[in-house]
């Protein structure tokens, strides 16, 4: 199987910062995902990024397969940003999750 | 559009007890389903996942089964809990292709 970390484990920011948030993956993966975990448990998906960049908003993620690596980018942060962040790699129908990162924004 | 519901969303049951959380999905036909377990806020780790009626695969063994007697109908099963199966568990879906898509969970605390 495939292992996933991400960096840093926690953060904390002022609202208006920003940030990014790193994955490595162990051995090659067919596609990449980034969810948030909002306070309420709720996973919502952000991106599917196998490869590439894709924005969304103030949000963008780049994966770059080749060298095993996706970045999450948050620019303005909010205090609504705040929860656990998690990239998640595939192989199959396997899902294998980081850690997480455990972001927190202050007003 | 799709829409994945699990319930119920918390559930306090004393060790021993039987278990059963139900997960369906709503607009999309023979989805992949998968039951996932989260433990002290971090680690999402996958038990089960079926990509059909009757199918069901399992990646952890343990205390849990899971079965799907209907294409969008999911369910995760004890016959006795232990205390190391607490947490929130969720379900999830994809319609065949990588990408998964989450409920809002199920809270078990086993006392």
């Known amino acids: 199987g495939i292992q996933v970390e991400q960096s840093p484990p926690d953060l904390i920011l002022q609202e208006g910062a920003n940030s990014t948030l790193r994955c490595n993956f162990s051995d090659s993966v067919n596609n990449l995902q980034w969810f948030h975990q909002n306070p309420w448990g709720q996973l919502i998906n952000l991106f599917y990024?196998?490869?590439g960049t894709k924005q969304n908003g103030r949000l963008s993620a780049t994966t770059v397969a080749t060298e095993r690596y996706s970045l999450l980018y948050i620019s303005s942060s909010q205090t609504t940003d705040s929860g656990v962040y998690f990239c998640?790699?595939?192989?199959?129908?396997?899902?294998?999750f980081g850690g997480g990162t455990r972001l927190m924004v202050k007003p | 559009s799709q829409t994945i519901h699990q319930w119920p969303a918390t559930l306090v049951q004393p060790v021993g007890s039987p278990l059963s959380l139900e997960c369906t999905v709503e607009g999309t036909s023979n989805p992949n389903l998968y039951w996932y377990r989260q433990a002290a806020g971090r680690g999402l780790q996958l038990l089960f996942y079926s990509v059909g009626i009757g199918q069901i695969s399992s990646e952890v063994p343990q205390n849990l089964s899971a079965s799907r007697p209907q294409d969008r109908q999911f369910i995760l099963s004890s016959k006795k809990l232990l205390l190391s199966d607490s947490g929130f568990y969720l379900c999830a879906w994809s319609a065949g292709g990588p990408e998964q898509y989450f409920g809002p969970g199920t809270r078990l605390t086993v006392t």
């Open positions: 990024i196998p490869s």
């Open positions: 998640a790699g595939h192989q199959g129908n396997m899902l294998t």
